[in-house]
């Protein structure tokens, strides 16, 4: 190869050196610059300031991310820049709704930005009229009560800055609201919540009127036919010893009548022992001998049933009630009594007391020892009642939950009566005509609970932002 060749190689492989340098340059500048090289950016529909460079989902609500093409982007920045600029400018309102019972606050936070008329979401009304914003500030200052962030409820701070999920903090003012107003009052644990109409639907709720109706409790008890043995005896020492004592009188020993006084008292301080009451006993004291029903079928048919009634039920059951008995041995047989007796003293084992009633059997077919189902029908009277559905027993306190309209459910204790026909009698925590959940009322339970936690954990005086 000539030296000129070689020349030209040398040539070309600078030449070619140089062009890589310069490309790799223009490359590494392209990448520092961006230009050219697109960035993927995530976002979420519902919390836009947040953002990621991949996908998945939203920290804050849980929503899938939403790649931004470049378009989002620039409109999104300048939104971003407009709200963040409007921001300073929004005002929560605290508002005294006219839909709460007088002495109670709603407990709702409406925001309001400058120079905008706002309406309660809860009762429709008019709430406040934003002054507009003003280079020297406002003519009349309001209060600053406290700062929070509108995404976490309950949040507090006594300080301007950034909440926990990274969102500048925005003012809450005083309202002039009406004098007096107090805060409202919820059963220690709960607190008034809000529902939308779509998670409404979803969940199954479903209210019911609170209102007046005749209720009749029906008390239902398995009886046996009566084998006393004991009580035929002790009901015959009674008789006996009226007989005594009526002997004793005619005679002229003051102390044979003072002892055959203390065999009466004696037997008949038994009879009331064994479950007799003083009416039955008085009435036995003109019968020519013991009851042989106690042992025997009578031939007139008359039979004694005895039935325990348990603890809880004993107030609604008096002497004289009537007992429908109906015979398993013998289907569609009913038998009907009158009770006679209830037994003063409960049975400690199974908290019940027994019930005494005489039962007309004409046709003999009840033998002592045979098992019948028993039931009394109590009239509870006109009562104020609710559906059994509605009350939310947590073991120490009875709650309903009220629907005050516009997705509005308020937590009350109630005191409840008698429970008959699938309704329970309301003797306090609910007015006549108000509306109280019947189906959904766990979950709403679950929400009221969870809120009422979150705000004893941040002090909230118990306003929140939006629905739930």
Known sequence: ?????????????????????????????????????????????MHPTYTSDRPGDCPICNMKLVKRDSEQRAASSEQRESKEAQRAKDICYMHNCPMMKPGQKCPMMVMAKAGEKVVCPVCGTHVVEAAPAQAGGTAEAKKILYWTDPMIPGYKSDKPGKSPMGMDLIPVYEENGAPGMAATTAPEGYA??????????????TTAPAQRRTINKIIRTVGQIANDPELYQAEQEYLQALKALEQAKTGTMPEVTERAQRLVDSSRLRLRRLGLSH????????????????????????????????????????????????????????LEGVIRSIDPVLDPATRSARIRAILTDPEGVLKP???????IAVAAGEVLTIPEEAVFDTGTKRIVFVDQGQGLFEPRDVEVGVKAEGSYEVKSGVAEGELVV???????????RLKAALEGMSGSGGHQHGGQ
């Open 1 to 45: 190869m000539s030296p000129k060749q070689k020349q030209i190689i040398v040539v070309l492989l600078l030449l070619i050196g140089l062009g890589g340098v310069v490309l790799l340059a223009a490359r590494r500048s392209l990448l520092t610059s961006g230009a050219g090289v697109e960035r993927v950016v995530y976002y979420c529909p």
């Open 192 to 205: 008034p919540i809000l529902v939308t109409p779509q998670k409404r639907q979803f969940i199954g709720v």
């Open 279 to 334: 009416e039955l006993i008085d009435e036995m004291a003109s019968w020519t001998g013991p009851d042989q029903s106690l042992l025997l079928a009578d031939p007139s048919g008359r039979v004694w049933l005895y039935a325990p009634i348990y603890e809880f039920e004993l107030p609604l059951v008096k002497v004289g009630q009537t007992v429908t008995a109906e015979v398993p041995a013998i289907p569609g047989k009913k």
């Open 369 to 375: 020892e045979m098992f019948v189902n028993a039931s």
């Open 438 to 448: 019947t189906s959904g009322n766990f979950l709403i339970d679950s929400e009221s």
